[in-house]
Nanobody, 115 residues
Framework: QVQLVESGGGLVQPGGSLRLSCAAS????????MSWYRQAPGKERELVAS???????YYADSVKGRFTISRDNAKNTVYLQINNLKPEDTAVYFC?????????RGQGTQVTVSS
């Protein structure tokens, strides 16, 4: 069955960096676009970044220049490099199959930005 397992979250100070990973299994990873969403307490879920099967990427305006999405089809893994973290980046980050929020996503990894 489809499985998406995120890792790499944690507590980081403002200005710090993290790299989130999402290991995928149970489907032909290289056929699908992949995306990262986040949800902060009391806020709506937000599409952060997506990457197509051919590597084309999209970023929300709020993260452009700080976040980089990438994929390694040989490892069935999608990454989200997060630099210059801000307190407002605090959220649970979800890996999702496809660009639109759908039925297949991971359990989420918590990113907390605080001094």
């Amino acid at each position: 069955q489809v499985q998406l397992v995120e890792s790499g979250g944690g507590l980081v100070q403002p200005g710090g960096s993290l790299r989130l990973s999402c290991a995928a299994s149970g489907f032909s990873f290289n056929w699908y676009a992949m995306s990262w969403y986040r949800q902060a307490p009391g806020k709506e879920r937000e599409l952060v970044a997506s990457i197509g099967s051919t590597g084309d990427s999209y970023y929300a305006d709020s993260v452009k220049g700080r976040f980089t999405i990438s994929r390694d089809n040989a490892k069935n893994t999608v990454y989200l490099q997060i630099n210059n973290l801000k307190p407002e980046d605090t959220a649970v980050y979800f890996c999702n199959r496809g660009r639109a929020w759908g039925n297949y996503r991971g359990q989420g990894t918590q990113v907390t930005v605080s001094s």
